[in-house]
């Protein structure tokens, strides 16, 4: 098992910056893909941003690409989401979780998820 317990959310200005961090504890996080979705109000749970294992790797859905930066700290446990440049449409519950598969993008490859923590972004 691995639990996941994301924070850092909160609201902000259009054009603001928020930093969303997700603790592991359990099993061996270096040995676990991780993810960032995101569901907004009425929408299904989609991508956002994943990084592979060591953190060479980074993967971003096309509406974050340039705003959003994943990143991980294995020696922390910790998985990062930076994000920049916030819209409106990026209001959400962000959720973070991990896997096996590199590049996964979709929610049924991940195994573990955290409970979630909203974004919310005013114009």
């Known amino acids: 098992q691995v639990q996941l317990v994301e924070s850092g959310g909160g609201s902000v200005q259009a054009g603001g910056s928020l930093r969303l961090s997700c603790a592991a504890s359990?099993?061996?996080?270096?040995?676990?893909?991780m993810g960032w979705f995101r569901q907004g109000p009425g929408k299904e749970r989609e991508f956002v941003a994943g990084?592979?294992?060591?953190?060479?790797?980074?993967d971003y859905a096309d509406a974050v690409k340039g705003r959003f930066t994943i990143s991980r700290d294995n020696a922390k446990n910790t998985v990062y989401l930076q994000m920049n440049s916030l819209k409106p449409e990026d209001t959400a519950v962000y959720y973070c979780?991990?896997?096996?598969?590199?590049?996964?993008?979709?929610?049924?490859?991940?195994?573990?998820w955290g409970q979630g923590t909203q974004v919310t972004v005013f114009a």
């Open positions: 979780a991990a896997g096996l598969r590199l590049g996964a993008a979709y929610v049924g490859e991940y195994i573990y």
């Open positions: 990084v592979s294992w060591s953190g060479a790797r980074t």
């Open positions: 359990g099993r061996t996080f270096s040995n676990y893909v």
